[in-house]
DNA sequence: TACTAGATCGGCT
DNA sequence: GCCGATCTAGTAG
C-alpha cells in the first residue's frame, strides 16, 4: 500500500495536491538509513493568481523550478538563515507549489535531532518543535540549495502514499507569514495534531 | 505571555 | 540597497 508518489499524483491543481498531501510520508535516504516524517501542514502557491507565490512576477533564475511540471522539490532560501521546502505541482509553466510547514517524525529520529540540536536526547517540548515549521524541517532533514530541483521520482527524497485522511479532519485556514495575497485560505492542516505549527 | 530585534543570503529593482 | 512563504533569544509587563 505504502507506494511513492508519482507524476499523476503532482501535476494535479495545486490545492487539491496540497489537501492530499496530509497523511502522506516524507521520506529522505541518507547514508542507507531512512528518515520519514508525516506531512501535517501544508500551504498552497499558485502563480497565476496568487502574488506571494515566488512566480507571481514571472520566470527568473530564482523561481525557475517552479516552473517545471509537478513532482520536483523547489527549496529557497529566506532570511539570509532558513531553507524553505516546496513540492512543484501542475503542469509545466504552471509555476505552482506546495510549501511543507509541518511534519510529524515518524523513523531517523536521532538524525532529525542531530541536525537541529546537535544531540539525540530530546526533552518533550524539543521533540514537538522538531519538525513544526517550514524552516525547522529544512534543518532537521539537512535540505538545503542543493537540493533544489531534485526528482521527487528519485531514490534520494520522495513521498509515499498512505491511507486518504478524512475530510473532517482536515482543516483550512489563511496562510502564515506572509503580506501580499494573505487573505487566500490555502494552508491546510490536520486537525488534533501535535505537531502543526500553529492552531 | 507578548512583543521586538537580530541573524545575514541572494534575488530583484 | 532592500526585504523576504522564519526562528530564536531576549526583555518588558
Not at 14 to 43: N, Q, R
Not at 104 to 118: A, F, K, M, Q
Not at 164 to 184: H, M, N, P
Request: with cysteine; charged share 30%.
Amino acid at each position: 500500500m505504502q507506494e511513492k508518489l508519482g507524476n499523476k499524483f503532482y501535476t494535479r491543481e495545486v490545492t487539491t495536491v496540497a489537501k492530499e498531501l496530509l497523511g502522506k510520508t516524507f521520506v529522505k535516504f541518507v547514508d542507507g538509513e531512512t528518515v520519514s516524517a508525516k506531512i501535517v501542514e501544508v500551504e498552497a502557491y499558485d502563480g497565476s493568481v496568487d502574488e506571494a507565490a515566488h512566480s507571481f512576477g514571472g520566470l527568473t533564475t530564482r523561481n525557475e523550478v517552479m516552473f517545471n511540471e509537478g513532482g520536483l522539490l523547489y527549496v529557497y532560501f529566506i532570511y539570509g538563515t532558513h531553507y524553505c521546502c516546496n513540492i512543484v505541482t501542475g503542469k509545466e509553466n504552471d509555476g505552482a507549489a506546495v510549501l511543507i510547514r509541518a511534519v510529524e517524525p515518524l523513523t531517523g529520529l536521532d538524525y532529525l535531532s542531530e541536525n537541529r540540536y546537535g544531540k539525540t536526547r530530546l526533552t518533550e517540548k524539543e521533540l514537538l518543535s522538531l519538525t513544526n515549521g517550514p524552516g525547522k524541517i529544512c534543518k532537521a532533514f539537512n535540505i538545503t540549495k542543493k537540493h533544489n530541483g531534485i526528482d521527487l521520482s528519485g531514490d534520494e527524497i520522495f513521498i509515499l502514499d498512505a491511507k486518504k485522511v478524512d475530510k473532517s479532519r482536515i482543516a483550512q485556514t489563511v496562510r502564515v507569514g506572509i503580506k501580499k495575497s494573505a487573505e487566500l485560505p490555502w494552508r491546510f492542516y490536520l486537525k488534533d495534531n501535535l505537531f502543526v505549527s500553529k492552531r
